[in-house]
């Protein structure tokens, strides 16, 4: 359901109410007391006109009646919008699936062992809160260092905070995922062409590339990760 149109009309009727009444011709105006079941006595504001011989009259509703509705509608319209953002924050994180020891990593849990590792959660921490320039710009992080030093830790760190505060969408991945997908299809019974694996690596807002080096790159493998890289 959407609020928006419903809002509108209620704040301009509220609007309308505090303004002076409109002159328009060929219509009677009267302002009356009326009573409302919930308020009591309010100032309404009557209408009549004769069309085709029919006397057709238009009255304003209870103001305070009209207010109430409008914050229902703005609650209603901000929980519809709350729901909204948990369900697609769900999905997004379903769909980064980070590795279950990893489940719980945050910018604000990662204990830095040394100055260098603390430089290094300094340069996520701008990385992620600047993360829509950076999404712009299509700026990039290497994360250089021994298995250990909680490289994955800090990467999925950074794709949860910019999945919370932006929605934005990540892939977890490694080289090795990336060529094998690759080098599937090249066979005669692909149910996938080499497009569509590039186009899965490019469209996530962040693309996370695990173990890069990790083994040793024949140049297809090396070509293939340039590919990947490059039309990001
Ligand atoms: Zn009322």
């Given at each position: 359901?959407?609020?928006?149109?419903?809002?509108?009309?209620?704040?301009?009727?509220?609007?309308?109410?505090?303004?002076?009444?409109?002159?328009?011709?060929?219509?009677?105006?009267?302002?009356?007391?009326a009573?409302?079941?919930q308020?009591?006595?309010?100032k309404?504001?009557c209408?009549?006109?004769?069309?085709?011989?029919k006397?057709?009259?238009?009255k304003?509703?209870?103001?305070f009646?009209?207010?109430?509705k409008?914050?229902?509608?703005?609650?209603?319209e901000?929980?519809?919008?709350?729901q909204?953002k948990r369900?697609?924050?769900?999905?997004?994180?379903?769909?980064l699936?980070?590795?279950e020891?990893?489940?719980?990593?945050?910018l604000?849990?990662?204990?830095?062992?040394?100055?260098?590792?603390a430089?290094?959660l300094t340069?996520?921490?701008a990385?992620a809160?600047?993360?829509p320039?950076?999404?712009?710009?299509?700026?990039?992080?290497?994360?250089?260092?021994k298995?250990?030093?909680g490289?994955n830790?800090?990467a999925?760190?950074?794709?949860?905070?910019?999945i919370?505060?932006?929605?934005s969408?990540?892939?977890?991945?490694?080289?090795?995922?990336?060529?094998?997908?690759?080098?599937?299809?090249?066979?005669?019974?692909?149910?996938c062409?080499?497009?569509?694996?590039?186009?899965?690596?490019?469209?996530?807002?962040?693309?996370?590339?695990d173990e890069?080096?990790?083994q040793?790159?024949?140049?297809?493998e090396?070509?293939i990760l340039f590919?990947?890289i490059?039309?990001?």
């Amino acid at each position: 359901m959407n609020y928006s149109e419903e809002i509108t009309t209620v704040r301009q009727k509220l609007a309308d109410l505090n303004a002076p009444p409109k002159p328009l011709e060929h219509t009677v105006y009267e302002e009356v007391e009326a009573i409302c079941d919930q308020h009591g006595v309010f100032k309404q504001r009557c209408r009549r006109m004769a069309l085709h011989g029919k006397g057709i009259e238009t009255k304003t509703e209870c103001q305070f009646c009209l207010k109430e509705k409008l914050t229902q509608l703005e609650h209603a319209e901000a929980e519809q919008e709350k729901q909204r953002k948990r369900s697609k924050i769900k999905m997004l994180m379903d769909n980064l699936s980070p590795p279950e020891r990893f489940a719980d990593v945050t910018l604000d849990n990662y204990k830095p062992v040394n100055s260098y590792a603390a430089r290094c959660l300094t340069l996520c921490n701008a990385y992620a809160t600047h993360w829509p320039e950076r999404l712009k710009r299509g700026g990039g992080l290497v994360m250089c260092g021994k298995p250990g030093t909680g490289k994955n830790h800090l990467a999925l760190a950074i794709a949860k905070h910019i999945i919370n505060a932006h929605q934005s969408s990540t892939l977890f991945t490694t080289a090795l995922r990336i060529t094998r997908a690759f080098k599937l299809t090249w066979s005669k019974s692909a149910d996938c062409s080499e497009a569509e694996v590039i186009k899965r690596n490019t469209q996530p807002d962040l693309l996370i590339i695990d173990e890069v080096g990790v083994q040793f790159g024949s140049d297809a493998e090396k070509l293939i990760l340039f590919e990947v890289i490059n039309t990001r």
